[in-house]
Each structure stands twice: as structure tokens, then as C-alpha cells.
């Protein structure tokens, strides 16, 4: 069908080029005008402008050929809720090299996100004087103690999960249970489980009230943020940059440690992390609060961000409100605040949330805006940036890119097909922005590679090719908080491990 078709196109060009056309009367546009419109608009995208070399050429025709496959897909997983393309995108040879290929930077990752639930149930609710109790709506909430601790209003009496396990029929049920409570991950059908975004985001914050007391619990606070680095860097992640509340941990005899241990605990672990493994890069801390809070505990904290940044300057990296954009507070409601960096001469940065939402002309709809006019350094998800024109263009202008974050967007329910993501545009455009993962146990999602496979093939499609991975990979360096002079060093280290990802996959 298709040979004939060509066949008599051939002929057709062959005997009867111009005098065909007239005599019918046709006409069509200019092809070399039309070549140069399509190579104009291939230039403008990201990964547009990159020079790939002679070898790096060899692997972007073999993706290529892979992209044609997985367009051909009846199942393309963009397209699919990422609970269930999970499995599709993980068997994807896409997805392999993904998963391979250095990815630079992850910069929008939550505390207490990062590991996968997993790992809190099987290795932390076995240790010894966890308790557990049952809340009356259906969560779990966790507490290590010498001895059993005071009742919690709307759960359960205490159990030490050593006892209940001992009681407990059939223990790997019980752990799957567990399991299931600190994620939004689920094998039934999510548009059924999560049927509004109320409903997913209460599901969400009671995910992170159940592993709240596992995780503040000063020896496994170490050992999680240990856990987290580990994870991110069997991704090929070679730095991070962690959204952070640096809560006050406790322990078993309830006793507590302050925020500056907690930074501290950062600092500490990380140092070692990279002495161990010395080709990871590093990590640096974003103090993050609660945009629900009210105005004196905000300047409070903002006030502890700035001392901070003065004590922790090589680890703290700025400042972030964090929590459900639409039901809490607008930047601008802390203006104050939020001028007193500035006004005091500190050097606090801000990577703020801000556009993660799709209720047009609200209050929290001006947040970009607002991030923006008060020099935020990136914005986390700018998914409402295509409805403003004026945030886009100082976006642009300012060089201040977005955190698109696919899956986190797609699973808290503002887009359904990863097609018609926002950023899809926006890296058709070029626009700067870098991909992150934002919670990635909370979604069931690797540290980086299934969210820049849902950029790579649902974004861009055939228009992507290895110049817009590479280009996505350096973003993340050159948009990370690091000082030029360590974004040179962690960028030289990249370089390295691209080409030998390069010569290793030809
Ligand atoms: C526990 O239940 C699972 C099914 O949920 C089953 O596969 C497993 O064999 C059971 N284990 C025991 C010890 O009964
Ligand atoms: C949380 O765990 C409890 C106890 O195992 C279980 O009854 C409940 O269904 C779980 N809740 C969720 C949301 O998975
Ligand atoms: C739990 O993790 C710690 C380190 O994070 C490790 O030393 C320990 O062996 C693990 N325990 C189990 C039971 O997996
Ligand atoms: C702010 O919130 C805190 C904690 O909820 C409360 O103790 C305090 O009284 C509040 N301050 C004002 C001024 O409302
Ligand atoms: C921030 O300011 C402090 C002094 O206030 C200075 O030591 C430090 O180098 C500054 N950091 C950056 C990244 O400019
Ligand atoms: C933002 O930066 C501009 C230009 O450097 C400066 O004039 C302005 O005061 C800054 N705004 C704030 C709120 O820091
Ligand atoms: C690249 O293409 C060659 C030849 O088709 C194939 O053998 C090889 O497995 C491909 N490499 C990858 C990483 O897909
Ligand atoms: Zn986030």
C-alpha cells in the first residue's frame, strides 16, 4: 500500500511535474521556504541549538528508531494515567537508556518524598519500640518511644508493631497495608480511588501524616536522607536539591533536637555520602514551610531562613512555602515577610511553589507573578504559566526557569494526558525550565527517569532527539543554587559521565 502510493508519486513527479499542476490549475507552497519554516521552528525547541558530535549522532538515529516504535504504540503510556503505564514505560528500551543516561540535577524533590514506602515498612517499622496506631479514618500513624506514648486523639490505642506482628496472621498483608498507606500508588483503577482533586490531595497529606513519625525520628532521619541520596543516585542523579521543613526530631525518651540539628543531620550525611561515593556531587537545602500558617509564625520563620542561610551557607540553598497551592495562603499575603531578606542584606534565595494550579484569575493564580517580582530563582511547576503572557515573558527574560514536574501534575490531577501538559509548549518554545520528580514515593516514580521519559516521548515526541535530553541535563546544572564555581566542577563531572553514557550505548 504504502510502496504503491510512493510508486505513483514518483511517476507522477517523473513525467508530468509542472504541466500536471497547471493544467489542473494547482498550486502548492514553496518546498525550500517550507524547509527552512520546519528547520526554523526544530531550532527554537529545546535541545534546538546543541551540536551533538559524530558519535552522539550514532545513538540519537538508534533513539529515533526506538521513538518510531514507541509512537506506534496503541498503549502510549503519555497518554495513560502513570499508574497504569508504570509497567509499559518501565519495559520501554526508552526507558532503559533513560535510566542509564546521567541526568544531572533532580531540583524539586520533597524531604520526606524521596524513599520509597518500601523501605519505611520494611526496614523501619521493624525496629524496635515502633508503635503504631489506627486512625478512625482508615490512616496509620507511627511513634518510637522507651514506652508506650500518649493516646492520639482519633486513633487507636498504641501497638508495638513487634507485638501486632506476632498477632497478626498473616504479617505480609499487614506490611502491603502499611505499605499503601504512604503512597497514592494503587493497583485499582486511580480515576476511581481519586475521583477529584479534594480527594487526592486528602489521600496526599494523610500519605505524609502516616510517615511523619517514622521519619522524624532522629537515628532514621539520618538513615532516610542516606536512603534517599542512595536511591537518587542508582537513578544517575548526581545532585539534588531538597524542599525541606526541617522539623524538630526526637528520641526514644522524647527528648528533641532543634532545626539546626536537622540542617546539621543534612550537612553531615551528605559530606558522607560523597566521601563514599565521590562521584555524586552533593545536596543543598531549601527551608520550606507551610503556606497554611499565619502571619507571625511565617516571619518567624523567615527570620530562622535568614540565620540560616548564614550559618549553613555552603548547605542551605534559599527558601519555599510548600503545601496545597489552592486552599493555602497567596504569596502576597506574606509580602512583609517575605521583604525582609532584602531589607536586612541577607542573601536568602527563593525557589517558590507557584502556578500549580488551574483556578484561573484567584488570588493564588497571581502567585507567579508574585514569585517573580520578588526575584525567585525558579519557580516550582509554573503549570498556569501559559495563561499569563507577562509572567511568561519575565520568566523567559530573567532566565528564571520552571521545575516541571509531569507525574506529580498528572497524579494530583491537573492534566490527564502527559500530552497536553503545559510544558510540552513551553519546551517546543524553549522556554528555561529543568524536570523533576517533586514525590517520587508518593507517586511510585524513580528518582528522575520516569519523568523525563513522560518529557522525552510525551512532550516532544518525534520533535525530541538526544540534543533535548542533553540540553535538559546541563538546565539542570546551570539552574541548580550551586556557585559558579562548583556548577563548572559538577558540570565537568557530568560531561564525563555522558560521554562514556554516550560511547557505552552506541
Ligand atoms: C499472605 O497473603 C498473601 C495474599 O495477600 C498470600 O500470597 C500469602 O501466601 C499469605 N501468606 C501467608 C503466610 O499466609
Ligand atoms: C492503612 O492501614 C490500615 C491497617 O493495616 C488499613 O486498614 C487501611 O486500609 C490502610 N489505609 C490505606 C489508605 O491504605
Ligand atoms: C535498615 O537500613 C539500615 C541503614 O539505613 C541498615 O544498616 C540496616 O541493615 C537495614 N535493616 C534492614 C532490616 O534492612
Ligand atoms: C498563629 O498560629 C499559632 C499556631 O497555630 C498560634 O499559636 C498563634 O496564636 C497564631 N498567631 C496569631 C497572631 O494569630
Ligand atoms: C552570602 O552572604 C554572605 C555574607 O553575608 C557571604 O559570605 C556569602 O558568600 C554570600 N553567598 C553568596 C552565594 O553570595
Ligand atoms: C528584585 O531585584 C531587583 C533588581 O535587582 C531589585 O530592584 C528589587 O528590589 C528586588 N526585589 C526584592 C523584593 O528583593
Ligand atoms: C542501537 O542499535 C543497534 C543496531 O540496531 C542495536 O543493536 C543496539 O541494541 C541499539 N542500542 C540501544 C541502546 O538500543
Ligand atoms: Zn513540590
Not at 250 to 277: C, I, P
Not at 317 to 333: I, K, S
Not at 339 to 359: I, K, M, V
Amino acid at each position: 500500500m504504502e510502496l504503491q502510493r510512493r510508486s505513483v508519486a514518483v511517476t507522477c513527479a517523473a513525467t508530468c511535474v509542472l504541466s500536471c499542476f497547471l493544467a489542473l490549475g494547482m498550486s502548492y507552497p514553496d518546498p525550500t521556504q517550507r524547509e527552512k519554516l520546519i528547520k526554523l521552528e526544530a531550532s527554537t525547541r529545546i535541545g534546538g541549538h546543541v551540536e551533538l558530535s559524530p558519535e552522539e549522532q550514532l545513538l540519537d538515529a538508534n533513539l529515533s528508531k526506538l521513538m518510531h516504535e514507541e509512537m506506534a504504540r496503541e498503549d502510549f503510556p503519555p497518554a495513560l494515567h502513570f499508574f497504569k503505564a508504570r509497567p509499559l514505560i518501565r519495559s520501554s528500551p526508552i526507558y532503559g537508556l533513560l535510566q542509564k543516561m546521567p541526568k544531572g540535577a533532580a531540583l524539586h524533590v520533597h524531604d520526606f518524598a524521596m524513599v520509597d514506602a518500601e523501605w519505611l515498612v520494611r526496614n523501619v517499622t521493624y525496629r524496635p519500640h515502633c508503635y503504631v496506631c489506627f486512625t478512625y479514618d482508615r490512616s496509620v500513624r507511627f511513634y518510637f518511644s522507651s514506652w508506650p506514648p500518649k493516646p492520639l486523639p482519633h486513633c487507636s490505642p498504641w501497638a508495638l508493631m513487634e507485638q501486632l506482628r506476632a498477632a497478626t496472621a498473616n504479617v505480609t498483608d499487614l506490611d502491603n497495608s502499611l505499605i499503601a498507606n504512604m503512597t497514592l500508588w494503587t493497583q485499582e483503577d486511580p480515576e476511581v480511588v481519586y475521583p477529584s482533586q479534594d480527594v487526592v490531595w486528602k489521600s496526599f497529606e494523610q500519605a505524609f501524616m502516616a510517615t511523619w513519625g517514622l521519619v522524624t525520628h532522629a537515628p532514621v532521619f539520618r538513615d532516610y536522607f542516606h536512603e534517599g541520596l542512595s536511591q537518587l543516585y542508582r537513578d544517575n542523579i548526581l545532585y539534588v536539591e531538597v524542599r525541606a521543613l526541617l522539623p524538630e526530631t526526637y528520641e526514644l525518651d522524647g527528648s528533641t533536637h532543634t532545626r539546626e540539628w536537622t540542617m546539621k543531620a543534612y550537612q553531615d550525611t551528605t559530606r558522607q555520602f560523597v566521601e563514599d561515593n565521590p562521584d555524586f556531587f552533593g545536596a543543598r537545602i531549601i527551608f520550606t514551610v507551610n503556606r497554611g500558617i499565619n502571619r507571625s509564625l511565617f516571619t518567624t520563620a523567615v527570620q530562622e531562613a535568614i540565620k540560616l542561610q548564614a550559618d549553613f551557607p555552603e548547605t542551605m540553598a534559599g527558601f519555599d512555602l510548600v503545601g496545597r497551592e489552592d486552599t493555602g495562603r497567596p504569596l502576597w499575603y506574606f509580602r512583609e515577610a517575605l521583604s525582609l531578606p532584602a531589607a536586612q542584606g541577607s542573601n536568602l534565595s527563593y525557589f517558590f511553589h507557584a502556578g500549580e494550579t488551574d483556578l484561573q484569575g484567584t488570588e493564588v493564580d497571581q502567585n507567579m507573578m508574585d514569585a517573580l517580582l520578588f526575584n525567585t530563582s525558579r519557580i516550582g511547576h509554573g503549570f498556569a504559566l501559559l495563561r499569563h503572557p507577562v509572567a511568561k515573558r519575565l520568566s523567559r527574560m530573567n532566565g528564571v526557569p520552571l521545575e516541571v514536574c509531569p507525574i506529580s501534575n498528572q497524579v494530583l490531577k491537573l492534566v490527564k494526558d502527559l500530552r497536553n501538559h503545559p510544558a510540552a509548549v513551553l519546551m517546543s518554545e524553549g522556554h528555561p525550565l529543568v524536570i523533576s520528580s517533586d514525590d517520587p514515593s508518593m507517586f511510585g516514580s524513580s528518582g528522575l527517569s520516569d519523568d523525563f521519559y513522560e518529557a522525552f516521548v510525551g512532550f516532544g515526541g518525534l520533535s525530541s532527539n538526544l540534543g533535548s535530553l542533553k540540553e535538559l541535563a546541563m538546565n539542570s546544572i546551570r539552574y541548580s543554587s550551586l556557585p559558579p564555581n562548583l556548577q563548572e566542577k559538577a558540570m565537568a563531572l557530568w560531561q564525563t559521565k555522558w560521554n562514556k553514557f554516550v560511547t557505552e550505548n552506541l
